[in-house]
């Protein structure tokens, strides 16, 4: 499919979710494009997965990019002598009235061989059969053919069946999923003052490309290399999954490491903790970010409500665009009764609250706490 998307049709995440409650209330398929390592399989996964949850329905994926188009149209075979008849894939069988079917990298199939989901796209049926008793809902993914990848594009004949969006999150967005998430805090830090690089142009002949994708599993390499990581150790992880553009700009905050203030000195007294440089733009980030990663993962037991209060109490000796960038965290569940009172006291000088808790309440019931 040509990629004549318009900015009319160009979703974020809370118009991405949005659509798809309204798509599971009509039935009506959709196709969402994207460049690649966006994250739009992973939010439609959650997504449905917690709107179903308790009905007794299921979210059903197939990558279809490496799977036979039999696995999904079904093979003709003799019936009788002189017949032929569809069989029907064993698929199918587990897909009842309520599902969800999520297709993804739909791209990666000849335009011929995306064919056998038209009718399907449609009017919900395999040769005429009914699947789910044409209660079931169809979920395209698939990267745009601008990007290459291996990408042939989606056929013009699915596209003229489908409610078509591209999905490009806005960098906002992205921060404060990693926020709620416990994105280690080295990579929080780097995006919140280099914006930029959360998902710059993607370069198809170049191997490691910058992406949400890419910046999550850099987080969880980083978690894996322990508290005091070798320095070396932490840049090679970046350059393995980012161009050495990026690498070389993310040593100065794997330097400022030693320059933090440990997160159990912040929580045993956060009024008169150490502070760090408050004139490093870059060392303030780092370090309320830091406490907030640190006490994201906290083993089970701990009071992590009551630590936040402290942080809170902490950041209160930072300038506001320090503390703006904690908020999404700190509206993470649990939200503490000490941490509400705190922010009521504040006389609104960083943003209403109100409007952060009604923001928290839309975005938890999308987006993984990592819990």
């Avoid at 596209?159 to 999905?167: M, Y």
């Avoid at 070396?232 to 553009?245: E, F, G, K, L, Y």
């Avoid at 870059?282 to 406490?291: H, R, T």
């Avoid at 705190?342 to 938890?364: A, F, P």
């Amino acid at each position: 499919m040509a990629n004549d998307i318009c900015a009319k049709n160009i979703v974020g995440v809370s118009g991405f979710i949005r659509d798809l409650k309204v798509a599971y209330a009509t039935k009506k398929c959709r196709l969402y494009e994207s460049k690649p390592g966006q994250g739009k399989t992973t939010i439609a996964k959650q997504f449905f997965k917690q709107l179903l949850a308790g009905t007794g329905n299921t979210v059903h994926y197939m990558n279809v990019g490496i799977k036979p188009e039999e696995m999904i149209g079904g093979i003709i075979m003799p019936s009788q002598p002189g017949r032929c008849s569809l069989q029907i894939p064993e698929f199918w069988d587990k897909v009842k009235p309520g599902d969800v079917v999520i297709f993804d990298e739909l791209d990666k199939k000849r335009h011929d061989q995306q064919n056998v989901y038209l009718e399907l796209s449609q009017t919900g049926t395999l040769d005429g059969n009914y699947i789910g008793e044409g209660q079931v809902l169809y979920i395209f993914l698939a990267n745009r053919s601008t990007d290459r990848g291996g990408s042939y594009g989606v056929s013009p004949l699915i596209g003229n069946r489908v409610g078509v969006r591209e999905f490009r999150p806005a960098d906002s967005e992205v921060l404060d999923y990693m926020a709620e998430k416990g994105t280690h805090y080295l990579v929080q830090t780097y995006l919140r003052t280099h914006p930029g690089s959360i998902n710059p142009e993607y370069i198809t002949t170049r191997l490691r490309n910058s992406t949400s994708r890419s910046w999550e599993e850099c987080s969880d390499d980083l978690y894996a290399l322990g508290e005091n990581p070798n320095f070396q150790d932490v840049i090679v992880t970046v350059a393995s999954r980012h161009p050495d553009s990026v690498a070389q700009d993310f040593e100065m905050y794997a330097e400022m490491g030693h320059k933090l203030i440990p997160v159990e000195e912040v929580l045993a007294n956060p009024k008169k903790a150490r502070v760090p440089d408050k004139n490093d733009r870059a060392l303030g980030y780092l370090q309320l970010i830091m406490c907030c990663s640190k006490v994201q993962a906290f083993e089970p037991g701990r009071d992590r409500g009551k630590a936040k209060a402290a942080i809170w109490e902490y950041s209160k000796r930072f300038s506001a665009e320090f503390r703006s960038a904690i908020m999404p965290y700190m509206l993470a569940s649990p939200l503490p009764s000490e941490l509400i009172g705190s922010m009521e006291g504040e006389g609104n000088k960083t943003t209403d609250l109100k409007e952060l808790i009604e923001w928290k309440q839309t975005r938890e019931r999308i987006l993984n706490e990592g819990k």
